[in-house]
């Protein structure tokens, strides 16, 4: 969170991150600067538990909280009979019994046991009856409801899982065959999640949703959640140190709930930004980035086997300052910043190899002493940098790689004969340089990936500017995009025209599109959606923009150094709100706008449910959580980011169901439109 309020308060990022650490020390607060040592303890959790822990705790946070080791509860353990068991499972029947069994092969010295959710009476009986059974009662040391059942990426972005995501996804949501019992389930399974995230942040929400969608449903359920809870007053988790410590105790938040239908257009979109881009092309999730790394054939003899790809991770983190910096960036800002951190690494560099150089001068007249007088500080100064400056290009070396990967993707279907993956990063980049020169490397360039053609012209449907070149031809040119490229830009116009295309006329798109690879079942779920929305007569509206008539990520591959562009300030885009933040601005300003004025308005303060659109609450909400039902994205994400950047004061939350890139929607959408 930046400034204000909510920089004193702790983000959902802190609060959650606080309360695992309380946990991991047997839910006794953490006290930081303890100088004692720590209990040395194991710790067990599911495939769940290991996704909300990993964004939040490095391997050696844990080591400091005295973690030796951390394992599977499915896993094959061996028994530590004299260590303590700190367990952080979902409350599951097969997790149950796994439980049971260690405590009857007497595994550990003690069981703490925590649930992700609440667990229900019938399974704390199990449990119970299992410790009976291995006379292990006393060992059964506490069983604590964590309520953490959400997955906390950013300060200010939480998504709802990573395991099982289908069963709470888009499709699951809008499967035309799916059950009243199916869809309780979905339902059920959001509602438990966002009762656990406001049990963390320590607030009751106002809540507001469209009326006849998903998002209905969940509001409806989770206001009931949340009444029942406060009615309770003996055991509600709103009262007392809970919530008086919360990040919205001066004033109640507003929780908006918007149906992912509201705007289908969006996570199709080509992107540019830093983390969107990233997320778009590469192998990216739970804050972690995956690249694969082809170790060539180096002297091999022909038709040789090429060995295997090397895979290498990385954590893109808070304590990444660069990544804290640039990931809302255009990319093309990104690429120049590396390379100027590159060359203030590579300065700093040398400059401790000139003092090293000063100081080992031989000889014993007085200018050489005089010199080395000179310079012992200087040099004493640059060893106590070097761990930052090691840091520093750790960094460097991480975002050049990831940035390199990214270029791999503006440039793939390059025909020259080279072997890009056998070099390394500085040496593929120095290679483009050096190439842009020749007509070859401009004839080949023309046949990449365009991503930048496509975002521009996305760009240009989605604001209704004049086109200065047909649809027909984009989809048409074999150099230009990959099949899923072509889809997604058809699906962007058909979801955003005012006039849906006649039949005669979406006849030939569909040749065009087909004849490219294109899978048409995508177009087939659109149409039916669209039909059934009725959004011919009012398609969604997604403002204008100022996008230069240029290549921007083209720029990239036409500069004379490694990574810096020109001209990149001319490139940067005039904000404009998305469908999903221009809501959130409707709402959290109180604004009449036939777009939300039928919002349904929820109190679960109120002794009695509200069925009026109409909020009690005529002032401006200063904090707010916009969740989207059936699953989210980078781009509106930063879009959001953006839009509070101009808003002193406002603070604002991005959450969804599941975190999808568009190949993942496309998919999606692809199998919804299956015959």
């Known amino acids: 969170m930046v400034g204000g309020k909510m920089a004193a308060a702790a983000s959902i990022r802190e609060r959650q991150t606080v309360a695992l650490k309380r946990m991991l020390n047997f839910n006794v607060p953490h006290v930081k600067n303890s100088t004692g040592e720590p209990v040395w303890k194991v710790l067990i959790y599911d495939r769940f538990g290991q996704d909300i822990i990993s964004p939040l705790l490095s391997v050696k946070e844990l080591r400091d909280m005295g973690i030796t080791l951390h394992l599977l509860l499915h896993s094959d353990r061996d028994p530590i009979p004299d260590v303590p068991a700190v367990y952080f499972v979902m409350p599951s029947e097969e997790n149950i019994d796994r439980m049971c069994q260690d405590l009857r092969n007497q595994l550990y010295e003690s069981y703490y046991l925590n649930f992700i959710s609440a667990i229900s009476r019938s399974k704390l009986e199990d449990i119970a009856n299992a410790a009976l059974a291995a006379s292990a009662v006393t060992q059964v040391a506490k069983v604590f409801d964590q309520y953490l059942n959400f997955i906390t990426l950013e300060d200010d972005m939480f998504v709802l899982c990573n395991q099982n995501k289908e069963l709470v996804s888009y499709r699951a949501i809008n499967r035309p065959d799916i059950t009243d019992t199916e869809m309780e389930t979905v339902m059920d399974t959001i509602v438990d999640s966002l009762f656990c995230f406001f049990v963390t942040l320590g607030a009751v929400p106002i809540i507001r949703c469209s009326r006849g969608t998903a998002a209905e449903m969940v509001a409806v359920k989770l206001d009931k959640k949340l009444r029942e809870n406060l009615r309770d007053a003996r055991n509600s988790l709103f009262t007392g140190d809970t919530l008086g410590a919360g990040q919205f105790s001066f004033q109640r938040p507003l929780l908006v709930l918007v149906d992912r239908n509201v705007d289908l257009a969006t996570p199709l979109h080509h992107t540019w930004t830093y983390q969107a881009l990233v997320h778009d092309v590469l192998d990216f999730h739970l804050n972690r980035v995956n690249l694969e790394e082809s170790l060539g054939v180096e002297n091999s003899p022909a038709g040789a086997r090429p060995k295997r790809k090397n895979k290498k991770s990385y954590d893109l983190t808070p304590i990444d300052k660069f990544w804290q910096k640039h990931k809302g960036s255009p990319f093309p800002e990104v690429a120049e910043s590396v390379q100027q951190e590159l060359e203030y690494y590579r300065a700093q560099e040398d400059e401790v190899k000139r003092l090293k150089s000063i100081m080992g001068l031989e000889g014993e007249d007085e200018g050489a002493i005089s010199m080395i007088s000179d310079n012992t500080a200087k040099l004493t100064s640059a060893v106590s940098s070097l761990p930052e400056l090691l840091e520093k290009k750790r960094l460097i070396d991480l975002h050049t790689n ?115 690879g294109c899978n048409l079942n995508p177009l087939q779920y659109i149409k039916q959606w669209k039909a059934f929305a009725k959004m011919a007569s009012a398609p969604t509206s997604y403002g204008s923009t100022t996008t230069k008539p240029m290549g921007l990520l083209s720029r990239v591959m036409n500069t004379g150094s490694q990574f810096v562009m020109e001209g990149v300030k001319n490139l940067v885009l005039k904000q404009q709100n998305l469908p999903v933040t221009r809501i959130l601005d ?67 939350l991005y959450g969804c169901s599941e975190l999808f890139n568009a190949t993942q929607f496309m998919r999606q959408l692809s199998q919804l439109g299956q015959k």
């Open 402 to 516: 990831v940035a390199t990967a990214v270029l791999e993707h503006i440039k793939q279907t390059f025909l020259l004969d080279i072997d890009w993956q056998q070099h390394s990063s500085y040496q593929c980049l120095y290679l483009i340089k050096v190439l842009r020169r020749t007509e070859l490397f401009h004839k080949v360039t023309g046949m990449a990936r365009k991503l930048d053609v496509y975002f521009e012209y996305e760009e240009k449907i989605m604001s209704k500017t004049t086109l200065d070149k047909s649809l027909l031809d984009i989809i048409s040119d074999p150099d230009a995009g990959t099949p899923e490229d072509k889809m997604r830009l058809f699906l962007i116009y058909y979801i955003s025209t005012q006039q849906v295309p006649s039949e005669a006329d979406l006849e030939q798109y569909k040749k065009a599109l087909t004849d490219a």
């Open 586 to 652: 409707n709402l959290m300003e109180m604004k009449s706008n036939p777009e939300t004025d039928d919002y349904r308005y929820f109190d679960p303060k109120m002794l009695r449910g509200n069925e009026s659109s109409v909020p009690r609450n005529k002032n401006p909400f200063q904090e707010a959580i916009v969740f989207v039902v059936g699953g989210g994205n980078y781009i509106e994400y930063q879009n959001l980011v953006d839009y509070r950047k101009g808003k002193q004061g406002k603070h604002v």
